[in-house]
């Protein structure tokens, strides 16, 4: 990819950033999007390290020009004083040939001054040792250098003890280096110590961030957030023993304790480590940086930070600047991050790709991309990949793919593929990879469970896996509880599920929990003359939620309360939107209402429509109009129906009616 095009798409980014309008893809493709703020398997940034040549600064010194002074003229005079015999020339010419990588040169003037008991000289004589492959040489050297309290060397041989495996011996010598304030040496101590760990490492974490060290800063940042979110990662970027390596799709955020959340001062402190070593240049701080300032809301901060971690090569950065762009609108630049991202291997941006692709319904470049993200190891390759093919009908391609998301622990995977092979009549099938998707925390394969189970009237095993999906905020599966416990007589706890339910948006749960409600209350009666509209109860509340979601029992029982207050007009529009959805209780209702504002011929449409769908009262009152109207015959048909269509009541009437219209026929 051209640069310029990056360049652009970066220009474009300033201005687009601040339009918060998102565009999402289709709900069904698991790009992973959140995964970019949450913790994952991070590549080793190169620890920063230094070569451990002590006299490093009078070395640098002489390579420099300083004044009149060339480099070749005061390497020359090093030279001429280290002939004559001078300890701290030889030793600073040892260090300067030493840095250039002239080691058979510095080996000799290293020599001599450490001779002469130059502590830099020793320490630097182990480095040139160890650069040659004599490791034990080279730690003699570093003893005698720690002893006279160098601080560099001690570091060096605690390093070359730990490389060995001699715990004790490594930690020795790096507490000697830390407390002697060398950088380097702390953050190795509390490298070992957070091997063990053992709570002293965030000390020396901390010890050498404040010294500048920005891998320690940058390290110190991580443990100080992963305090407060609880996670399951450690300082040093590690999985913590027991942690699953591979997540599934959907968001997983954990909470310090129960109710609690993430502790504010750790986390404030976490950023502002952060900031230090991302302002040094480091690319995965300016990562974590970005992420905090995003959920913050601060997404034009945190776009600035993602677009300098993706310069310096972070493709996360990079697939997280893409779904910032792309909720800002612009997807045109997102995909151009995105394939940034996806070239250097970064599995949930070939994702977003293949989502990008799918919806424009170019299907061979979307499963293209997602084959990419399954080889980048994105197990949501495959599972997005099952997705493509069930949307085009090629069921044995999906089962495939959902079969190998399953076999790696994706738990929508599992789900998806118990379905698949449910509505194929395999329900033994089904059910083990429900359990499997339950069991890893899929709320919709628990609520899928409950409906195998009730479908075999297991009842109490269905209700267990409907509460176990409630829990997790299902709604439908609230909504089931809910009912179970309602034919239980249980009203408080239904209730509870009910409103949990309808608070979801499940317009069933609301027209239920109406029903509770106002079955508790006596009915209303018609307002006094002269006096204002009662207000409206809870329950009616919940009657109106359910009918603008729809429902058309809750339609009806709207109109028929805004009727019992004298709101006529609230009570004919509630009616009729009832009635023009189908339902024959609001076409008969609508058709009183009409009859009564002397609409006969509208209202005997409506009976109409509601007699030919089954209602025995409408059918009763066709006859009546038509016995009014002399229309003898037309009022015996509608008669036979009332008697067929019921209730008892209608048909006694309706019988009793159609004799005197016989008679009346006869007479």
């Given at each position: 990819?051209?640069?310029?095009?990056?360049?652009?798409?970066?220009?474009?980014?300033?201005?687009?950033?601040?339009?918060?309008?998102?565009?999402?893809?289709?709900?069904?493709?698991?790009?992973?999007?959140?995964?970019?703020?949450?913790?994952?398997?991070?590549?080793?940034?190169?620890?920063?390290?230094?070569?451990?040549?002590?006299?490093?600064?009078?070395?640098?010194?002489?390579?420099?020009?300083?004044?009149?002074?060339?480099?070749?003229?005061?390497?020359?005079?090093?030279?001429?004083?280290?002939?004559?015999?001078?300890?701290?020339?030889?030793?600073?010419?040892?260090?300067?040939?030493?840095?250039?990588?002239?080691?058979?040169?510095?080996?000799?003037?290293?020599?001599?001054?450490?001779?002469?008991?130059?502590?830099?000289?020793?320490?630097?004589?182990?480095?040139?040792?160890?650069?040659?492959?004599?490791?034990?040489?080279?730690?003699?050297?570093?003893?005698?250098?720690?002893?006279?309290?160098?601080?560099?060397?001690?570091?060096?041989?605690?390093?070359?003890?730990?490389?060995?495996?001699?715990?004790?011996?490594?930690?020795?010598?790096?507490?000697?280096?830390?407390?002697?304030?060398?950088?380097?040496?702390?953050?190795?101590?509390?490298?070992?110590?957070?091997?063990?760990?053992?709570?002293?490492?965030?000390?020396?974490?901390?010890?050498?961030?404040?010294?500048?060290?920005?891998?320690?800063?940058?390290?110190?940042?991580?443990?100080?957030?992963?305090?407060?979110?609880?996670?399951?990662?450690?300082?040093?970027?590690?999985?913590?023993?027991?942690?699953?390596?591979?997540?599934?799709?959907?968001?997983?955020?954990?909470?310090?304790?129960?109710?609690?959340?993430?502790?504010?001062?750790?986390?404030?402190?976490?950023?502002?480590?952060?900031?230090?070593?991302?302002?040094?240049?480091?690319?995965?701080?300016?990562?974590?940086?970005?992420?905090?300032?995003?959920?913050?809301?601060?997404?034009?901060?945190?776009?600035?930070?993602?677009?300098?971690?993706?310069?310096?090569?972070?493709?996360?950065?990079?697939?997280?600047?893409?779904?910032?762009?792309?909720?800002?609108?612009?997807?045109?630049?997102?995909?151009?991050?995105?394939?940034?991202?996806?070239?250097?291997?970064?599995?949930?941006?070939?994702?977003?790709?293949?989502?990008?692709?799918?919806?424009?319904?170019?299907?061979?470049?979307?499963?293209?991309?997602?084959?990419?993200?399954?080889?980048?190891?994105?197990?949501?390759?495959?599972?997005?990949?099952?997705?493509?093919?069930?949307?085009?009908?090629?069921?044995?391609?999906?089962?495939?793919?959902?079969?190998r998301a399953a076999y790696t622990g994706h738990r929508e995977a599992a789900n998806a593929l118990a379905v698949l092979l449910l509505q194929a009549g395999d329900p033994v099938g089904a059910e083990p990879w429900f359990s499997k998707a339950a069991e890893a925390g899929s709320v919709d394969a628990a609520f899928n469970l409950g409906i195998l189970y009730a479908g075999r009237d297991e009842d109490r095993t269905a209700l267990l896996w409907y509460e176990r999906a409630a829990?997790?905020?299902?709604?439908?599966?609230?909504?089931?509880?809910?009912?179970?416990?309602?034919?239980?007589?249980?009203?408080?706890?239904?209730?509870?599920?009910?409103?949990?339910?309808?608070?979801?948006?499940?317009?069933?749960?609301?027209?239920?929990?109406?029903?509770?409600?106002?079955?508790?209350?006596?009915?209303?009666?018609?307002?006094?003359?002269?006096?204002?509209?009662?207000?409206?109860?809870?329950?009616?509340?919940?009657?109106?939620?359910?009918?603008?979601?729809?429902?058309?029992?809750?339609?009806?029982?709207?109109?028929?309360?805004?009727?019992?207050?004298?709101?006529?007009?609230?009570?004919?529009?509630?009616?009729?939107?009832?009635?023009?959805?189908?339902?024959?209780?609001?076409?008969?209702?609508?058709?009183?209402?009409?009859?009564?504002?002397?609409?006969?011929?509208?209202?005997?449409?409506?009976?109409?429509?509601?007699?030919?769908?089954?209602?025995?009262?409408?059918?009763?009152?066709?006859?009546?109009?038509?016995?009014?109207?002399?229309?003898?015959?037309?009022?015996?048909?509608?008669?036979?129906?009332?008697?067929?269509?019921?209730?008892?009541?209608?048909?006694?009437?309706?019988?009793?009616?159609?004799?005197?219209?016989?008679?009346?026929?006869?007479?």
């Open positions: 990819m051209a640069d310029e095009v990056f360049a652009a798409a970066a220009e474009q980014y300033k201005d687009i950033i601040e339009n918060t309008e998102t565009a999402e893809p289709p709900e069904s493709v698991a790009t992973t999007e959140t995964a970019r703020n949450a913790e994952s398997h991070e590549p080793a940034e190169d620890f920063e390290t230094a070569d451990g040549v002590e006299n490093a600064d009078a070395a640098a010194t002489a390579e420099s020009t300083d004044g009149a002074d060339s480099t070749d003229e005061a390497e020359a005079r090093h030279r001429r004083a280290a002939d004559a015999g001078d300890t701290a020339s030889m030793s600073v010419l040892g260090a300067l040939l030493l840095r250039r990588g002239d080691l058979a040169g510095a080996e000799p003037y290293l020599r001599a001054a450490t001779a002469d008991g130059d502590r830099a000289a020793a320490n630097n004589l182990g480095v040139l040792l160890h650069q040659r492959g004599y490791p034990e040489e080279a730690a003699g050297w570093w003893r005698t250098a720690a002893v006279a309290g160098s601080a560099a060397a001690a570091h060096a041989l605690g390093r070359h003890f730990r490389e060995r495996g001699d715990e004790p011996a490594a930690e020795y010598w790096l507490r000697q280096s830390a407390e002697q304030g060398h950088a380097l040496g702390a953050y190795a101590l509390a490298d070992l110590l957070e091997h063990r760990s053992d709570v002293g490492a965030e000390r020396w974490l901390r010890a050498a961030a404040e010294q500048g060290h920005r891998e320690a800063a940058y390290r110190l940042a991580r443990l100080l957030e992963h305090d407060a979110a609880d996670t399951a990662h450690d300082a040093f970027g590690r999985p913590a023993p027991g942690s699953r390596g591979t997540q599934p799709a959907a968001p997983r955020r954990t909470a310090r304790s129960a109710g609690e959340g993430p502790a504010p001062s750790r986390t404030g402190e976490a950023e502002q480590w952060y900031r230090q070593a991302a302002a040094r240049g480091h690319r995965r701080a300016a990562l974590h940086l970005g992420a905090i300032l995003e959920r913050r809301g601060e997404l034009k901060e945190a776009g600035r930070w993602y677009l300098i971690a993706a310069k310096a090569g972070e493709a996360r950065a990079a697939c997280a600047l893409g779904f910032l762009l792309r909720d800002a609108g612009d997807r045109e630049s997102a995909a151009v991050w995105w394939l940034r991202a996806a070239q250097d291997g970064d599995g949930n941006a070939a994702n977003a790709l293949g989502a990008l692709h799918a919806a424009r319904g170019e299907q061979q470049t979307a499963e293209r991309w997602y084959r990419a993200a399954m080889d980048a190891g994105d197990v949501n390759g495959a599972y997005n990949l099952g997705l493509l093919c069930a949307a085009q009908d090629r069921t044995a391609q999906a089962e495939q793919w959902y079969r829990a997790a905020g299902h709604t439908e599966a609230a909504l089931q509880v809910g009912m179970a416990l309602l034919h239980r007589g249980e009203e408080q706890e239904a209730e509870r599920h009910l409103r949990c339910a309808a608070g979801g948006g499940s317009a069933e749960a609301a027209f239920r929990l109406a029903g509770l409600l106002d079955a508790r209350q006596p009915p209303p009666g018609p307002p006094a003359l002269g006096e204002p509209l009662p207000e409206k109860s809870e329950c009616e509340e919940w009657y109106e939620r359910a009918a603008e979601q729809g429902h058309r029992r809750a339609q009806v029982r709207v109109g028929m309360l805004a009727a019992s207050r004298g709101d006529m007009e609230s009570a004919g529009r509630w009616y009729r939107e009832a009635a023009e959805s189908g339902s024959r209780n609001g076409a008969f209702n609508l058709g009183l209402l009409l009859a009564r504002e002397g609409s006969e011929r509208e209202a005997a449409l409506w009976w109409t429509r509601a007699a030919a769908d089954g209602h025995g009262r409408a059918a009763l009152r066709l006859a009546l109009l038509a016995a009014r109207r002399g229309e003898l015959a037309e009022g015996q048909r509608w008669c036979a129906r009332a008697v067929e269509l019921g209730p008892a009541e209608v048909a006694e009437r309706a019988a009793r009616l159609r004799e005197a219209l016989h008679q009346e026929l006869t007479a």
